[in-house]
């Protein structure tokens, strides 16, 4: 049990579909994340939650929607992505004090086709 | 925003030797600079960090240092073991509290 889980572990769609990734975390804590990881290139941080009210998006294509309707849950919505989309995608969070660590989730690895 | 450089991004050693990563960071207001190590298929996971009101910080075989004057810092681990083989990945807090990674560096230990 990592304390943070997310859902699929792994998605396969095309183009076209919309689907969405589901982060739930059990460490009652107040900020959560959305990173990108693809190979050979540094985790990206695309949108921090702070107490469900979104502080960050980091220049994220519209495809990707996130949702926070709650501080334990996080989604991200997508639609319309492209293949150079497919990567894993990392769900974290963290207590939002300064200096405190993130938890990351399993992740869902994404392949766009 | 931060910019954080990882180098090197593979590095091999032999069981028992030492390996040292290093980053640096462009941000000056950065205050906190976590290691994260991740294990093929799974998920980072915090090994060690720093907080900017130190200089070094050691955790059995695992160290770090963090120059603030030359924003760098570093990662040294000792009397490597193969399970130690895996990505390690540097990080740094901004100011605004987004942590920001560097491109990772693949350490493997050769037994």
């Known amino acids: 049990e990592t304390g943070v889980t997310q859902t699929p572990r792994h998605l396969v769609m095309g183009m076209t579909n919309k689907k969405s990734l589901k982060c739930e975390q059990h460490l009652g804590h107040n900020v959560m994340y959305w990173y990108k990881q693809s190979a050979k290139k540094p985790l990206e941080l695309m949108f921090v939650y702070n107490f469900k009210e979104q502080t960050e998006n980091n220049s994220v294509p519209s495809r990707f929607s996130p949702e926070c309707p709650n501080s334990s849950h996080l989604f991200l919505h997508l639609h319309t992505l492209q293949p150079e989309d497919s990567a894993l995608y990392l769900c974290a969070s963290s207590q939002g004090a300064d200096n405190s660590p993130l938890h990351f989730g399993n992740g869902t690895r994404l392949t766009v086709t | 925003g931060e910019n954080v450089e990882q180098h090197p991004s593979t590095l091999s050693v032999q069981e028992g030797d030492s390996a040292v990563i290093k980053c640096t960071y462009s941000?000056?207001?950065?205050?906190?600079f976590p290691w994260y190590k991740q294990e093929l298929g799974k998920r980072p996971q915090l090994i060690i960090d720093i907080r900017s009101n130190v200089g070094e910080k050691k955790d059995q075989r695992i160290a770090v240092t963090l120059n603030k004057t030359a924003k760098h810092f570093s990662l040294h681990i000792t009397e490597t073991q193969p399970e130690d083989s895996a990505v390690y990945f540097c990080?740094?807090?901004?100011?605004?509290?987004?942590?920001?990674f560097g491109t990772g560096t693949r350490l493997t230990v050769i037994p």
């Open positions: 990080a740094a807090l901004t100011g605004a509290n987004n942590l920001f």
């Open positions: 941000d000056s207001a950065s205050n906190y």
